[in-house]
């Protein structure tokens, strides 16, 4: 009977009262979480995938079939920022991620796997899990690509610190709702609802009235014999809606601390924005970047093949435009300390097969005075 049942059948008003039923758990507020850690996950996700991995051969850089699996299409349905997006995304928040080589060549990313960690014997990974296939076969690991973040889960840790922030964002925004609120009061004459029929219909008839007044800007309610409704607005003073957005922004600024995100460059702040990004790229993007090309290196080359100068080349995404390093360039070509080929290689381009890019060369200015003295008798 929902209202009226309570009403009637209930032994204690004060049971009624205080009943613990209508009472919601504040800390169930998942969204702010999945889009805290999905904000910054996604961020770095986004940065390593402009990545381009080059397969070097001693000096020269070739473009074979692994340049084009971890560049253009590493698998039929997937392509390369995809696969590196998802990659980031299970490495950081599972602590770690799988990557298998189907017979066809495909590199796919496990689902879920079982690791069979060992001493001194080879790790192997059963029940691994693409999608909705699992592959029956034993995979070691040297034919698999596997990465660690760190030492702990991401998800546990999170998980942990959200307890306490869901508590508190979701009392905020109760509150917050509570402002202003409408609510209305019915007196009812007991004496006139004795018989269940009776119950049903008045049931019936607040029912209706409840709905008309949440669903219709203009409702009109009839006076009925022994029910009276009165309407009064909740004038209560709460947290404003700055309050509500600044537990979400404290919880996203801990988990871009756990990441190693400046929160500067989440929310789009210019100030001091390539010091920030600097600071982004070489403490954040660099290690990762490291751990993926120490793991290719280890399992596409040998031994004898790596010592020989085979080796991946990942070449990071740029942060700054060319011709914003056209005067460091030209010092250090211009001072002898580095060649042509040499500032190439820096800056991402390949060398070039001229001799005189080979050549360290040094302006006057730079030279001895001595020196300079002699070459000009001369």
Known sequence: MGFLDAIFKRNSELGFMFDVELFQETSNRAHMKRLAIDTCVSFLGRTISQSEFRIKNGKEFEKNELYYRLNVRPSKNV???TFWQTFVSKLIYNNECLVIQADDGDLLIADDFQHNEY???EDTFTNVVVKEYEFKRIFKQSDVIHLRYSNEKLAPL?????????????????????????????DMDMLSAKTKEHQGKLQEFINNMYKAISDNDVAIIPQQPGFKYSETTSNATGQSVDEINKVTNGFLNQVAMAIGIPVSLLYGDMADVEKQTKNYMFFTVAPLLKKIRDEADVKFFTQKEYLSGNHIDIRKPSYRDIFDLATAVDKLRASGTLNGNELRSEIGYETVDDEMMNKFVMTKNYQDSSEALKGGDE
């Open 79 to 81: 392509t390369a920022s």
């Open 119 to 121: 001493a001194v014997l």
């Open 158 to 186: 999170m998980n942990s610190l959200f307890v306490d922030y869901g508590d508190l964002f979701g009392r905020i925004l109760n509150a917050q709702k509570r402002k202003n609120q409408i609510r209305g009061t019915v």
